[in-house]
């Protein structure tokens, strides 16, 4: 068990000391199912934070970024190699790997869409400015597929770093996803063989 495991039980432990988490807890522990219902219902929530940007971008770059780090000491990113763990270790069926990619792919997107929204000015093929949750949502998607249409780009330079960061971690996240998929390919296929 790696540092970030150990956090993350100890922190379990201390939540299941309250009822509600108890309850919550229990109720995982009795099906699979509930487990992936839970990953589910927890996602959409964390994402639908993204939402409170209307108000302020650093809420969700607090909840997202800021009270991880805080609680558990890593970045953002040690959710990934916790991933690859669990893949490894064959602990996590198909089903909640998905999900979990497909959130933390969606969190990311948001989390950069803040950023923009934060620290980039971004403009339109016309050089106007664009402001609003779906435009910086939208570049941000273009952006972390490495789609680039150039509808919109960044209009400064910090836009441009930023835009720069968020493409090296989605062709880095695409290539992972990739990678992890086909190494379970290849294990059923072997498991097949034997």
Not at 79 to 94: G, M, Q, W
Not at 156 to 161: A, H, I, K, S, W
Request: aromatic share 18%; glycine share 6%.
């Amino acid at each position: 068990m790696n540092k970030f495991q150990s956090r993350v039980t100890s922190l379990v432990l201390w939540l299941a000391k309250f009822k509600l988490f108890e309850k919550l807890f229990l109720w995982m522990a009795a099906d699979k199912k509930n487990e992936h219902k839970f990953l589910l219902y927890f996602n959409v929530f964390n994402t639908s934070l993204y939402f409170t940007a209307l108000i302020s971008p650093w809420i969700f770059i607090i909840w997202g970024v800021i009270i991880p780090a805080l609680i558990f000491r890593s970045s953002p990113l040690a959710a990934a190699s916790n991933l690859i763990e669990l893949v490894r270790a064959k602990t996590i069926n198909f089903t909640g790997f998905l999900i979990t990619v497909f959130f933390n792919m969606l969190f990311y997107i948001c989390l950069f869409a803040c950023f923009f929204m934060l620290f980039g000015s971004l403009e339109n093929s016309n050089g106007k400015e664009v402001g609003g949750l779906w435009d910086h949502f939208y570049f941000s998607a273009v952006t972390f597929t490495t789609l680039g249409y150039g509808n919109i780009v960044p209009s400064n330079t910090v836009g441009e770093v930023i835009a720069t960061i968020e493409v090296i971690i989605g062709f880095a996240a695409f290539a992972l996803l990739i990678g992890i998929a086909s190494a379970l390919a290849l294990d059923k296929e072997q498991c097949k063989s034997e």
